[in-house]
């Protein structure tokens, strides 16, 4: 049997995209590199939209990336059930895509800030969180400058009735995101968006000091080969 | 005919422009050499070497090529000792002289790695400064033919609370963090240090580390006639132009080619692309060679790559593309606009080159070509205004063996003994003043600004004693190697202040140590030189002992110098900054998964102290805290004693005996056990072994760190140090929630972290 394909996407700009090859590669799976300027999905069974500073965050974060000759592909494609997984820069291009609702915006304490992080797993049943327990408290590194979820109170308590919060900050809110907010999903499961990284806690070695992330790689590839 | 020339036809003669042909027929044409920092001499010379007067543009090019910045007139005979005094080394490809030194790091693989100084800037334009620092040091090691791995920065400031350290530093950190984060870079260490000596001068010294395959060095050399010189990066545009402004408005009447800005503004995206675009490029053996545009702009990049290759080079200055196009030749000659490089590239290859630019939307122009005349000829629209031999003005340019002499009040500031100070009586207050204190206290609110993890190959990052990177998954190819590298800078200007000569051997001992105890063999050095004017005499003493210091100190350690930086005019008014020389250290590991993690990892091992501790507060943190004392001698730089300490530290590692380490510096024992506790939270308890209980804690003796060993693996590590003749203590035990001094002092885990972390946040938000 071959491994499941799992694209990894390159932006302009795109910084993470060799940590998350890197991962899908160590969780059993064949990484795909997927170049934005290429509208190929080139038959993946999944894709990894990296985070990153893709066109240099010009203008809004993401707010090119949505054109990408790439998007045009995967828009719809992610629409039909593809399930993709945005982190970071990653996530706010999802939500510029209006694949998921809501935007990412400035930090409230204005700083980046790169830290070891406590979240919450509030709905395993996506196929990037299946490997997880409700309730799972894990350590994720978060990284940016622009992460504080913010959208309407009908969209957020939507949200928050349907069980779409898949991720909540714990142990202190590090961007001032509402309701905590780490990770969305969509309506289907398929998408699902956070600031964390999973991708650089996967090894003992290197990256943060735990290996939670492990769980995201598990689960698509576990879903990937029982389709 | 490019465009440009196109839009120019018919138009009238460009009657502003100062060709070679206008300079011979105009020998008496008054020229503003002195406005652009030029002696008269120096400007005599230059028309000895021409046999006419320079044209404007022939000005621009050794104006800049021939200041400090580039020539290193005042420093050069000074650091001839780092070539002299070199020590055997088998791991040096590449010394000083190219953009970066590269170092065999083993497996077929090399590190190349180098530190520089945006100082001036970032007092200017803290933001762009600091951010035009790194990229300026990333293109370095990209243009030694390198995929840049990771970036630290070595930062000094004034008093933390003062009130101009509050807009410095906040921009110094948002501007390295902007620009690395945003290139993909991790930030893995770097050093921030506050005394009032930096308050009108800080210091950004900015480094960065890369890998490449040993045999695909790239050098900055243009050979081969007939082969194109490439322009490509961002387009040019009116940035850091400063002095050339001058020759501007000189030959073009008109205001706003007066008031150029002198600080380059980034675009880290553009660079970002660059790199990869950069890497592709050598991927496809497409580059013959290649220099980054930094200081000097174009000026530097024709003139050194011309110098170092056939000898001659034509370039059409009209054809560079500009971001302004109202830029006059000199200016373009002297614009320091960011993100460009230049490369030689045979014409089989340009179709290649340039297709590979188009794919990373990166603009690429060829704006002339090698020649073997041994002139380097540049037109504007057809016409001469540039021919001159390159190497006079890459590597010809004047060198100045300054007057230097002790400072006046030296021998009073070395009497000037601590001992007279007051010793404290409550150990656990000072303990607490000095973990809290601005130069002690943890540095995360700087450092959680910065990307630590990207590119996924951190292994150890601050606050850990050295960064750790592993190769194996840097770039294809090196799949099977297990090993790994560490860096570290340090540099303490008190310390050299009082012995400048011992002040900079104290720093490449510390530096070296930090290395060490991460389990790493220490290979190579790269330097920053700070210091005040060099026309001071007691500032060029300070200048020729620690250049001494540290050459002497290299060859006893057998690292030599790979490169680096002299930064001058650190000074407001007549008071110069401390001396401070920034020493960065480059250590390979064989085994990366054997790191040693920094401070205590785990309760019940044994805790040893290694060195021995002598009464030495000369400079010390305490004496600054608690006295705002400086004088009297800094801590005797013992180097075979450190040399021994490295050796046994690389092997216990190597042996798999250590399960914690850290370096003991700045705050002596008593702040290396707090922040060893603080590192994992992991408590201790611990005896003291000599008669002073405050000289034990609080001593700086150089060439000591601390260990934990398992229980078991006492012995074997006592008879390692025993073979080397390192002195080793067992001071104690990890665990518990405490830290534990037996009969001194007792302070909860938790307290310790309150202070430590209270600090910086109090002060900057």
Redesign the interface.
Known sequence: MSAARVGVVTF??T??D??AA?AVRHAGGEAVPLWHADPDLKGVDAVFLPG??S????LRCGAISRFAPLMEELIPAARAGLPVLGTCNGFQILCEAHLLPGALMRNAGL?????DQGVRVENTATPWTSDFTEGQEIVL?V?H?EGRYVADEATLSALEGNGHVVFRYVGGNPNGSLNDIAGIRNEAGNIVGLMP?P??AV?D????PSTDGRGFFSSILKKLVNL | MSERADKRGGQEPDAHLDTVKRAEDTPAERQPYAELGMKTDEYDRVRDILGRRPTSSELAIYSVMWSEHCSYKSSKVHLRQFGTKAPESDALLVGMGENAGVVDIGDGWAATFKIESHNHPSYVEPHQGAATGVGGIVRDIMSMGARPIAVMDALRFGAADAHDTRRVLPGVVEGISHYGNCLGLPNVGGEVVFDPCYIGNPLVNALCVGLLRKDQIKLATAPGPGNKVVLFGALTGPDGIGGASVLASATFEDESHAKRPSVQVGDPFMEKLLIECCLELYQADVVVGIQDLGAAGVSCATTELAAKGTGGMDVRLDLVPLRDPSLRPEEILMSESQERMMAVVTPDDIDAFMAICTKWDIPATVIGEVTDSGRLVMTWYGETIVDIPPGTAADDGPVYERPFHEPAGQVALNADDPARLARPDDLRATLLELLGSPNLASKEWVTSQYDRYVRGNTVLAQPADAGVLRISEVMPGAEETTRGIALSTDGNGRYARLDPYAGAQLALAEAYRNVAVTGAKPLAVTDCLNFGSPEDPEVMWQFAEATRGLADACKALGVPVTGGNVSFYNQTGSTPIHPTPVVGVLGVIDDVAKRVRSGFTGPDEKIILLGDTEEEFGGSEWAHVAHGHLGGLPPQADLEAERALGLVLTEAASRGLLTGSHDLSDGGLAIALAEACLAQGVGCTVSLTGEDAFVDLFSESSARALVTVAPESFEAFAELCAAHEVPCYGLGTTGGTSLTVEGVLDVPVTELRETHTATLPGIFG
């Open positions: 302009p700009g910084l993470d060799q940590d890197r990153g500073f066109y240099g965050d010009y700083h980046y800030i790169c830290r590194p990284k400058g990284h991708e650089h090894e070695l290197t990256g943060a």
